[in-house]
């Protein structure tokens, strides 16, 4: 793929679409040499609580590696929703369908979806509870079930305000997010004040509130009606990004698109009369004005796991209800035959859909190993992607581990730091093909 893409000085679609066929040739060739291996036998029941993007990648390899395992997956949705388009579609770039399938569509032959969510975890009894009340034994337990977005915890907020005076909620879903478009295009052609900020929480692609910034100073230039808005980002602590290079490198920008920023800002309520919003600061409640905002609500793990015996505690993530695993191996450190992979997963970073690709192989290869008698020597080095949008045309492709240090997947082809056309197509039209080659386990 690296010499294919060095000879994309500046590609055209056809070229990327090239590129993306190549990337799926590379992919189909990778799952042909992993589906080669010779399977596995066991008789195990693994349970997989949740059938998003973590629970049927991991299913559906584990179907491919394991002969007469028995896979059981347990989900009350019905859709499967494609995350990372909701920006594209809160930017006006694609419709609500475009995020929209089906669970059923993806799931591995054989395996069981019971749809309804997951009311009780207990580890010590090796079963879960369904909401019918239905207890479901397991050999193994996989827990993917994503994370809760705690709109309730916003003071004056309530979802049906999306889409209505100047407010929206890109995370909310796919038709929150057309929504959101709607009044950000109204806001970008009658001007005022854009408010921006995200929660001081752990969540789900942390650059997304970022991207959203830049998309709404983006398409008010593009309208010639950016000298009519302000735009405003109310940081949760001292910086922007959790990797310092790239903290400053926004600063940068910020200042270059006259985006202005104030610090240590967590949004606690929302008067959508008075169109305020208020935050917690170290100083005592401020008070900010608004005529279009996205709200984004602090987030943690869904009841049934914040609830159960499975979270971190004590420690710094103790609040959030994450499942308590080893961030190597994302086994949990308190009972064995229990992994956690995705948004619920513990692990200081890692709370993408890139993430997942690199966790679902390792979670899986360490459950084979302990079926087979044997142990993995698999590690997630904490790898997160951000194809970080800076205007409609251009991203930053930021890529890092635990550590904090970049880790390019196209060094010397790609620049993480620089706003590439490239970067942009790979967000635009690449990612999706290899997120839905990763939730057929075959990336």
């Known amino acids: 793929m690296s010499q294919m893409l060095k000879a994309l000085t500046r590609p055209s679609r056809r070229d990327l679409l090239k590129l993306t066929a190549g990337s799926g040739l590379l992919l189909t060739a990778a799952a042909a040499a992993s589906n080669s291996k010779a399977q596995t036998k066991t008789k195990a029941h693994i349970v997989i609580a949740g059938a998003g993007a973590a629970g049927l990648a991991a299913a559906n390899r584990l179907a491919k590696q394991l002969d007469g395992v028995k896979i059981t997956l347990i989900d009350g949705r019905k859709r499967h929703l494609y995350q990372p388009g ?54 193994y337990l996989l827990v993917t079930t994503g994370l809760m977005l ?22 909310a879903g796919p038709e929150e997010a057309e929504a959101t478009w709607r009044e950000m295009d109204r806001f970008t052609d009658k001007g005022g004040v854009g408010l921006f900020y995200r929660p001081a929480t752990g969540m789900k692609c942390a650059g997304a509130p970022l991207k959203y910034t830049f998309l709404t100073d983006d398409r008010a230039r593009r309208k010639g009606t950016r000298g009519k808005i302000e735009v405003h980002y109310a940081a949760h602590n001292n910086g922007f990004f959790g990797v310092p290079i790239v903290n400053e490198k926004l600063r940068m920008l910020f200042a270059d698109r006259g985006v202005k920023p104030v610090f240590n800002h967590v949004l606690k309520a929302i008067d959508p009369g008075k169109k305020i919003c208020t935050f917690a600061t170290p100083d005592g409640d401020k008070v900010m004005p608004y005529d279009f905002t996205n709200v ?11 609830n159960s015996p499975l979270p971190i505690h004590p420690g710094d993530m103790a609040k959030g209800g994450w499942v308590d695993v080893d961030k190597y191996n994302l086994r949990h450190n308190r009972f064995k035959n229990v992994w956690a992979v995705g948004d ?20 899986v290869d360490h459950i084979i190993a302990d079926i087979e008698g044997k142990t993995s020597d698999e590690v997630y080095n904490g790898y997160t992607s951000c194809p970080l949008i800076t205007k409609i045309g251009r991203a930053m492709l930021i890529e890092f581990d635990y550590n904090n240090n970049l880790v390019p997947s ?20 690449a990612l999706k093909a290899t997120y839905l080659a990763m939730v057929r386990g075959r990336a």
Do not use: C, H
């Open 296 to 306: 984004i609500p602090p987030m943690r793990a869904p009841d049934a796991v914040l």
């Open 86 to 139: 909701f920006t594209l579609i809160a930017a006006g770039l694609k419709p609500a369908n475009y995020s929209v399938s089906s669970t059923r569509e993806w799931m591995p032959s054989g395996a069981e979806l019971i749809e309804e969510a997951v009311a009780e975890f207990d580890p010590e009894g090796n079963k879960v509870i369904t909401q019918s009340g239905k207890a479901i034994a397991y050999d």
């Open 410 to 429: 196209f060094p010397g082809v790609i620049a993480p730091l620089e706003e590439l056309w490239i970067s942009w197509l790979m967000k635009e039209i």
């Open 150 to 171: 705690d709109f309730d915890a916003i003071e004056g907020f309530e979802k049906s305000l999306i889409g209505k005076d100047g407010i929206g909620a890109v995370y």
């Open 344 to 363: 619920v997963a513990g692990v200081p970073k890692g709370k993408t859909a890139a993430s997942v690709k690199w966790q679902v192989p390792v979670a």
